[in-house]
C-alpha cells in the first residue's frame, strides 16, 4: 500500500507541476499589450487605428502613418463633430444626417466561449406584435424535442397542447426534419423589434419562428438548403439589413437578407475557435476576425456586403512552455488538455 500511495503522490506531484510551472512562466515573462481600435473610414477609404499616446486628444493613423482626427471617422463620432459644427453635409454624394447615422449605425459580436457553451433545449418565445407595440416579456417557452417542439406556459408550467399542434404542424408542412440543431434568438425587450429564432432541423435548412399574435409562424430560407450551416447569429438591427449572420461549410462568414437571400462576404471565420466583431455604418461595414494570433480586417460594403478592403495585424509573438491546462480562452468547460 506504501508503494501505491508514493507512485500516486509523485503522478500528481508531476501533474501539479506540469499544470502551475508553465502558469507561472506565463505570469513572469509575459507582457500586456493592447491593439487599437480600427475601422474603414468612409472619408479616407482606408483603415485607421486609434492612437492615445497623445491622451489630450484623440488621434487615428491610416495605414501610411497618416494622421487625422476625429473627421477620419464621421460615421463613429458623429455627434462630437455636431457639437463642433465639423459634420460633412454629404459623403460620397449622399447626404447625411444625426438620425439617419443613428439608423444604420450596427454593432454585433460573437465570442467563442458563447458558441461553445453547451445550453439546455429551452428557448423563451417573445409576442412580436404587442398590444401597447411595446415589447413586453416572454411568457411563453418552447422545448426541442427528438420529434418536435413543445410550447409551455411559463407562469404554469403546463403545455399547451393546440398550440404546440399547429406548430409542429407547420414545421412538418414546410418540410423541417425533427430534431432542431441550432437556435437563435434574443428573447429580450430592450430592442426595437422581434424576429423570434433562426432554426436549422436535422438536415440543416434554415427557418425562422416568429410569434405573431399568439400564433407561432414558420418560414423555410431555400437559399440557405445546402450551405451546412454550423452558426446562426439572428440581427435585429433598426435599419432591417439583415436578419442574421451565419457560417456553414465553405467556411465563410454569409449574411441573411430580409427577403431570404445569402450573400456570402468571402470572410473566412471559424466561430468556434475566433471572436467576431462588425461595427457597420451608411457605407461600411467593418469586420474583425480575431484569435491567439492576430486580428483580421475586412471593409465590406453597407448597399451589398461587397468586399472592398482588408488588412491583418499579428500579436506579438510570446514563447509558451509546453504543460497542461484546465480551462481554454475558447469554452466554459474544466478538462485536462495539453497545450503546446
Same mark, same amino acid.
Given at each position: 500500500?506504501?508503494?501505491?500511495?508514493?507512485?500516486?503522490?509523485?503522478? %500528481?506531484?508531476?501533474?501539479?507541476?506540469?499544470?502551475?510551472?508553465?502558469?507561472?512562466?506565463? *505570469?513572469? @515573462?509575459?507582457?500586456?499589450?493592447?491593439?487599437?481600435?480600427?475601422?474603414?473610414?468612409?472619408?479616407?477609404?482606408?483603415?485607421?487605428?486609434?492612437?492615445? %499616446?497623445?491622451?489630450? /486628444?484623440?488621434?487615428?493613423?491610416?495605414?501610411?502613418?497618416?494622421?487625422?482626427?476625429?473627421?477620419?471617422?464621421?460615421?463613429?463620432?458623429? %455627434?462630437?463633430?455636431?457639437?463642433?459644427?465639423? *459634420?460633412?453635409?454629404?459623403? /460620397?454624394?449622399?447626404?447625411?444626417?444625426? /438620425?439617419?447615422?443613428?439608423?444604420?449605425?450596427?454593432?454585433?459580436?460573437?465570442?467563442?466561449?458563447?458558441?461553445?457553451?453547451?445550453?439546455?433545449?429551452?428557448?423563451?418565445?417573445?409576442? !412580436?406584435?404587442?398590444?401597447?407595440?411595446?415589447?413586453?416579456?416572454?411568457?411563453?417557452?418552447?422545448? !426541442?424535442?427528438?420529434?418536435?417542439?413543445?410550447?409551455?406556459?411559463?407562469?404554469?408550467?403546463?403545455?399547451?397542447?393546440?398550440?404546440?399542434?399547429?406548430? =409542429?404542424?407547420?414545421?412538418?408542412?414546410?418540410?423541417?426534419?425533427? +430534431?432542431?440543431?441550432?437556435?437563435?434568438?434574443?428573447?429580450?425587450?430592450?430592442?426595437?423589434?422581434?424576429?423570434?429564432?433562426?432554426?436549422?432541423?436535422?438536415?440543416?435548412?434554415?427557418?425562422? *419562428?416568429?410569434?405573431?399574435?399568439? %400564433?407561432? @409562424?414558420?418560414?423555410?430560407?431555400?437559399?440557405?438548403?445546402?450551405?451546412?450551416?454550423?452558426?446562426?447569429?439572428?440581427?435585429?438591427?433598426?435599419?432591417?439589413?439583415?436578419?442574421?449572420?451565419?457560417?456553414?461549410?465553405?467556411?465563410?462568414?454569409?449574411?441573411?437578407?430580409?427577403?431570404?437571400?445569402?450573400?456570402?462576404?468571402?470572410? +473566412?471565420?471559424?466561430?468556434?475557435?475566433?471572436?467576431?466583431?462588425?461595427?457597420?455604418?451608411?457605407?461600411?461595414?467593418?469586420?474583425?476576425?480575431?484569435?491567439?494570433?492576430? /486580428?483580421?480586417?475586412?471593409?465590406?460594403? !453597407?448597399?451589398?456586403?461587397?468586399?472592398?478592403?482588408?488588412?491583418?495585424?499579428?500579436?506579438?509573438?510570446?514563447? =509558451?512552455?509546453?504543460?497542461?491546462?484546465?480551462?481554454?480562452? @475558447?469554452?466554459?468547460?474544466?478538462?485536462?488538455?495539453?497545450?503546446?
Amino acid at each position: 500500500m506504501k508503494t501505491i500511495g508514493k507512485i500516486f503522490l509523485s503522478l %500528481s506531484l508531476a501533474l501539479l507541476f506540469c499544470w502551475v510551472a508553465p502558469w507561472l512562466y506565463r *505570469l513572469i @515573462t509575459l507582457k500586456a499589450y493592447a491593439t487599437p481600435f480600427t475601422l474603414y473610414s468612409c472619408t479616407l477609404h482606408d483603415f485607421t487605428s486609434l492612437d492615445r %499616446s497623445d491622451e489630450r /486628444e484623440f488621434r487615428f493613423i491610416d495605414r501610411s502613418g497618416g494622421v487625422h482626427g476625429d473627421e477620419a471617422q464621421p460615421m463613429f463620432y458623429a %455627434s462630437i463633430l455636431a457639437s463642433r459644427g465639423a *459634420l460633412p453635409d454629404s459623403i /460620397e454624394g449622399r447626404k447625411i444626417s444625426l /438620425e439617419e447615422i443613428d439608423y444604420h449605425s450596427v454593432i454585433a459580436s460573437s465570442d467563442p466561449k458563447d458558441v461553445n457553451r453547451t445550453v439546455p433545449p429551452v428557448y423563451l418565445l417573445m409576442e !412580436s406584435v404587442p398590444e401597447r407595440l411595446e415589447l413586453k416579456d416572454p411568457e411563453d417557452a418552447m422545448v !426541442s424535442r427528438k420529434s418536435g417542439i413543445d410550447i409551455y406556459d411559463m407562469a404554469t408550467n403546463t403545455l399547451r397542447a393546440d398550440k404546440t399542434a399547429a406548430l =409542429n404542424a407547420a414545421l412538418k408542412a414546410r418540410g423541417f426534419v425533427f +430534431p432542431a440543431r441550432l437556435f437563435a434568438g434574443k428573447p429580450s425587450h430592450r430592442k426595437e423589434y422581434d424576429e423570434g429564432y433562426l432554426v436549422t432541423d436535422a438536415e440543416g435548412k434554415l427557418f425562422q *419562428l416568429k410569434q405573431v399574435n399568439d %400564433s407561432v @409562424t414558420v418560414r423555410h430560407f431555400p437559399a440557405a438548403d445546402g450551405i451546412g450551416i454550423d452558426f446562426l447569429m439572428i440581427t435585429e438591427f433598426e435599419n432591417h439589413a439583415t436578419l442574421g449572420y451565419l457560417t456553414g461549410a465553405d467556411g465563410c462568414l454569409q449574411f441573411l437578407c430580409p427577403d431570404g437571400r445569402i450573400i456570402n462576404t468571402t470572410v +473566412p471565420f471559424n466561430p468556434r475557435k475566433e471572436d467576431l466583431l462588425i461595427v457597420g455604418d451608411m457605407f461600411y461595414y467593418t469586420v474583425k476576425v480575431s484569435d491567439d494570433k492576430g /486580428e483580421r480586417f475586412w471593409a465590406l460594403r !453597407s448597399s451589398d456586403f461587397a468586399p472592398v478592403d482588408s488588412m491583418s495585424r499579428a500579436y506579438p509573438h510570446q514563447r =509558451n512552455l509546453p504543460g497542461i491546462s484546465f480551462t481554454s480562452s @475558447t469554452d466554459s468547460r474544466v478538462k485536462l488538455r495539453l497545450q503546446q
